[in-house]
């Protein structure tokens, strides 16, 4: 379909501090709503348990990440927790062209950089955790971290949380069903324009 009888996809942003419960919310909304594809980053970072190669992400050395960066392939990228993301610029735009609904999950410079670059186009939408006593309760739970991570995270979290009146929404997780509905109604209002 020609891009002139196509309406523009919608860039729908998930932005919080890691251990927010972000990917659980995720997880929940790419299955009530199939239609949304979501962006898979390059990083640098060692793969969790479970996760898989251009699944969760594209797992790439240091020097495999610069070689792509050094190219302009990416979008935007960031240094995030002491490791590199990048988000492709070739996937961005050919869902971009087709219409379908795309879906980020990225820290608040991913963020900034698609409401500058998007700016009527891109919704970003904060999830908070109930307070840093309980991120860091969910962040050990999760078993995923070192403690020298845990504690980056944590310290990273306090400046990300200034951030959280900054964007188009804001949803408190302190309950997962009340936090997963208010996703449910912002992404459906998004979807709907
Ligand atoms: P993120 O993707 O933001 O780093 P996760 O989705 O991995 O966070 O969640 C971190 C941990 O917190 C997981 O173990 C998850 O099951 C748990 N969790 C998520 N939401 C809640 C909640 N509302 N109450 C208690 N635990 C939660
Ligand atoms: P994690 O290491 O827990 O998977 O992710 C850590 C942080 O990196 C999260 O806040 C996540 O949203 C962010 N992130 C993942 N991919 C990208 C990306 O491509 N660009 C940016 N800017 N942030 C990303």
Known sequence: ???????????????????????????????????????????????????????????????????????????????????????????????LDCGTPLIFDLDVQGADFFKKAFPNVAKVIFISPPSLAELEKRLRHRHTETEESIQLRLKNAEKELERMHDYDYNILNDNIEKAYSELFRIVSEILER
Do not use: N
Request: contains cysteine; charged residues 30%.
């Open 1 to 95: 379909m020609s891009k002139a009888t196509k309406k523009p996809g919608k860039l729908i942003i998930i932005v919080a501090p890691s251990g927010s419960g972000k990917s659980t919310l995720l997880t929940r909304l790419k299955s009530d709503f199939p239609q949304l594809c979501e962006s898979v980053s390059y990083t640098t970072r060692a793969k969790r348990p479970g996760e898989e190669h251009g699944k969760h992400y594209f797992f790439v050395d240091e020097p495999e990440f610069l070689k792509i960066r050094g190219r302009g392939e990416f979008l935007e990228w960031a240094l995030v927790h002491g490791d590199y993301k990048g988000t492709s610029i070739k996937f961005v735009q050919e869902h």
